[in-house]
């Protein structure tokens, strides 16, 4: 059973880099074809798209995050990182790492996800 | 960018209900949308993708419908387990999600 484990620090200053990994267990993400995903949720609200990568380094984000998101995946790990940058209070929310269900696509649904991990902007 | 607006954002039921909630885009998305329910604490769960597929091991009385622009999810006769927050999903361009819409018990 394909698991997902997001990992990282839960406090970040304003204006740091949030850096976060997620560990895909239970198969590979080289070798399906799928791309892997992070959505976040800040507290009590609704959720958003911030970017997918595919295990080749193609990455797609959310344009209104786009300035500020690297995502990365490492096949020797089998993880990928989402790195997001200058963040303020309002970056404050879940994180979640999510494979997407079609193979070879960067626009689809999200059939596994992590458990989420909160992560607060606060100095 | 497409928005997803649902309604309502909150619905009150009873157990055996039938329940609907509707879900528009702001533009044209064929058939390429996803609901999912999500619980307190808990990550989303896929239940519906190309607008009226069942994803496996999701109880058939949950089923979705619609094309284009607008679309529904219908809970047949809603059971205890199904209070809960429901999400749509568009991934005709990129991936924009709903605000939600809770489903609380009556």
């Known amino acids: 059973q394909l698991q997902l484990q997001e990992s990282g620090p839960g406090l970040v200053k304003p204006s740091e880099t949030l850096s976060l990994t997620c560990t895909v267990s239970?198969?590979?993400?080289?070798?399906?074809?799928?791309?892997w995903g992070w959505i976040r949720q800040p507290p009590g609200k609704g959720l958003e798209w911030i970017g997918s990568?595919?295990?080749?380094?193609?990455?797609y984000h959310n344009p209104s995050l786009k300035t500020r998101v690297t995502i990365s995946a490492d096949t020797s790990k089998n993880q990928f990182s989402l790195k997001l940058s200058s963040v303020t209070a309002a970056d404050t929310a879940v994180f979640y790492c999510?494979?997407?269900?079609?193979?070879?696509?960067?626009?689809?649904?999200?059939?596994?996800w992590g458990q989420g991990t909160l992560v607060t902007v606060s100095s | 960018d497409i928005q997803m607006t649902q309604s309502p954002s909150t619905l009150s039921a009873s157990v055996g209900d039938r329940v609907t909630i509707t879900c528009r885009a702001s533009q044209s998305i064929s058939d390429w949308l996803a609901w999912y329910q999500q619980k307190p604490g808990k990550a989303p769960n896929l239940l519906i993708y190309k607008a009226s597929s069942l994803e496996s091991g999701v109880p058939s009385r949950f089923s979705g419908s619609g094309s284009g622009t607008e679309f529904t999810l219908t809970i047949s006769s809603l059971q205890p387990d199904d209070f809960a927050t429901y999400y749509c999903q568009q991934y005709n361009s990129y991936s924009t999600f709903g605000q939600g819409t809770k489903v609380e018990i009556k």
């Open positions: 990568v595919h295990y080749t380094g193609s990455t």
């Open positions: 239970g198969g590979s993400i080289s070798s399906s074809g799928h791309y």
């Open positions: 999510a494979r997407l269900k079609n193979q070879y696509s960067y626009s689809a649904p999200f059939d596994y």
